[in-house]
């Protein structure tokens, strides 16, 4: 087994050297640094398939522009080819093969009410709103719109769990800010619940089920103007009420405004409480500054890109390579909240400081080049990425088949590439847990390994062709590419191959992540 980590990470970590040397420094001299060359929109058409919106590095919660669902091309909510937005949401997917979440939304409105988001055909019979492309900017970490419908001036911007709205509306009596929590990107609410605190805050749930299963999210939000009214309605019911749970649960915030006047909107999100929500609001944005949070969250940008200087003068290769990096940062997600608490896929609640916990990892497309790329320029990050993986198997229990790592949210992928993941670390020391490798690989696949153990490893291949056609999984071609190679070491664990993986780490003459130089000529 040792051998075959050797001759897997020993070319990887080669190819790496001769394409590019890195450090930690942070030379660049643009007046707002390295985000300049980042174009979020980029990827947001074809099968791109990437969020846009605000958020920092993997961040928790990715604040962005919602369009009705119209199939695979708007698996992160949006699509660069539309122009009807029914409200802006707090979690995201950016870059999966699948569609999900789109949860938690709001959106301002004017005039009538109106209690649903409306329909693609006809979004004016609902609240939804047309909106231009020559008034959609998206930089790093902030968001801007103009609602045609509104007249209303859409920012928004985050921190690690909080989004933070600013919203510039006309002159009206019969303003408003929706919560919808019927909204979702091709999942459906299975409860939903939302109470008024008090004339300013807001808080509730909601539960569904799509690409994953059963998804929890919680939420309080925080309005900058007390309300004059706390309207409720599920689906098209009304419900005179301050506090109602059901399954298409919305409120409609109201109150006037004055021509240009600022309404300010906090959305603080925990997978754990509404309590845990505000808390993380609390801890994260105290105050009202918008401007400081979008700066802050331009530094978190800048200060990550920076770890890769790119020496060119071809301002497009810049382009294209900064925009790049800045995708593979969107996930994995922070999934922890302040207090250090989280759910775990088996729905019980976790406290534990000693790491960050991360989900979102999508690892059918990220092992090959984002983790890869994680050990030399987030090594900070690369050992709490693996325990959640870790902690996520612990959850889910020893018999069941891991295929992929979220937090109860993705289940469908080929192949097992948290093996990969581990033979990508394990050379540069930063797999935590030592002592569990074992365990963890013997009980990732215990079928394999009780019916199969007999066969030799270059025939793994096969054995997982054969598995998954016995399965009917689908896509028989495809399970041996990328299932196959996965098992090797699988089986190599359950034949009782044993590593002696310090040894491992001693016997590899590799420079720590944090000597590597970072100049790349292009």
Aim: glycine share 8%; with cysteine.
């Amino acid at each position: 087994m040792m051998s075959l980590i050797k001759k897997i990470s020993l070319p990887l970590i080669l190819a790496l050297v001769i394409i590019s040397v890195w450090s930690f420094t942070k030379p660049f001299n643009s007046n707002k640094g390295l985000i300049e060359y980042v174009d979020p929109f980029i990827g947001s058409g074809g099968h791109g398939h990437v969020f846009v919106g605000a958020t920092v590095p993997f961040g928790g919660v990715q604040v962005g522009p919602t369009n009705f669902n119209k199939g695979w091309d708007w698996s992160s909510s949006y699509h660069h080819t539309d122009s009807i937005v029914k409200g802006f949401c707090h979690l995201n997917v950016s870059g999966t093969g699948m569609s999900d979440l789109g949860e938690l939304t709001i959106m301002p409105a004017t005039g009538e009410l109106k209690y649903n988001a409306g329909n693609q055909d006809n979004h004016m019979s609902g609240y939804s709103s047309l909106y231009r492309k020559n008034t959609e900017i998206n930089t790093v970490g902030y968001y801007k719109v103009d609602l045609e419908r509104y007249d209303i001036n859409v920012e928004l911007t985050a921190s690690e769990r909080v989004g933070f709205h600013r919203y510039t509306y006309p002159n009206s009596d019969n303003s408003r800010v929706i919560i919808d929590l019927g909204e979702g990107s091709a999942d459906r609410p299975t409860e939903t619940y939302l109470k008024k605190i008090d004339d300013t805050t807001f808080e509730g749930y909601r539960f569904s089920s799509g690409w994953a299963r059963d998804q929890r999210e919680y939420f309080t939000l925080v309005i900058s103007k007390p309300v004059k009214d706390f309207i409720l309605y599920d689906g098209g019911n009304k419900h005179d009420t301050d506090e109602l749970k059901g399954e298409f649960v919305k409120g409609f915030l109201e109150f006037e405004t004055k021509k240009n006047e600022e309404i300010y909107v906090k959305m603080g999100v925990s997978t754990v409480s509404s309590k845990n929500a505000l808390e993380n609001l609390n801890a994260e944005i105290p105050h009202w500054d918008f401007d400081k949070v979008k700066l802050e969250a331009e530094n978190k940008w800048n200060q990550e890109l920076s770890k890769i200087n790119i020496k060119t003068e071809d301002l497009k290769r810049k382009r294209v390579f900064y925009t790049a990096m800045y995708h593979t940062m969107i996930a994995p997600n922070l999934y922890q909240d302040v207090n250090g608490e989280y759910r775990g896929t088996d729905k019980v609640v976790y406290k534990d400081t000693t790491f960050t916990n991360y989900t979102l990892f999508s690892l059918w497309d990220t092992y090959r080049a984002a983790h890869p790329l994680y050990t030399i320029t987030h090594p900070e990050r690369v050992s709490d990425m693996v325990n959640s993986m870790l902690k996520i198997f612990d959850h889910q229990g020893k018999s069941e088949r891991i295929k992929n790592f979220p937090y109860p949210r993705q289940y469908a992928t080929l192949g097992r590439y948290f093996v990969w993941i581990f033979l990508i670390l394990l050379p540069f020391g930063l797999v935590p847990e030592f002592d569990r490798i074992d365990e963890t690989f013997a009980n990732m696949f215990p079928r394999l390994g009780d019916h199969f153990v007999w066969l030799a490893v270059p025939f793994c291949t096969v054995v997982s062709w054969v598995f998954h056609t016995m399965e009917a999984i689908g896509e028989n071609t495809e399970n041996p590419f990328e299932g196959g190679p996965n098992d090797v070491p699988i089986t190599d664990m359950s034949r009782g191959i044993e590593i002696d993986i310090r040894q491992l780490i001693d016997d590899t003459d590799i420079p720590a992540p944090y000597e590597w130089k970072n100049d790349i000529v292009m």
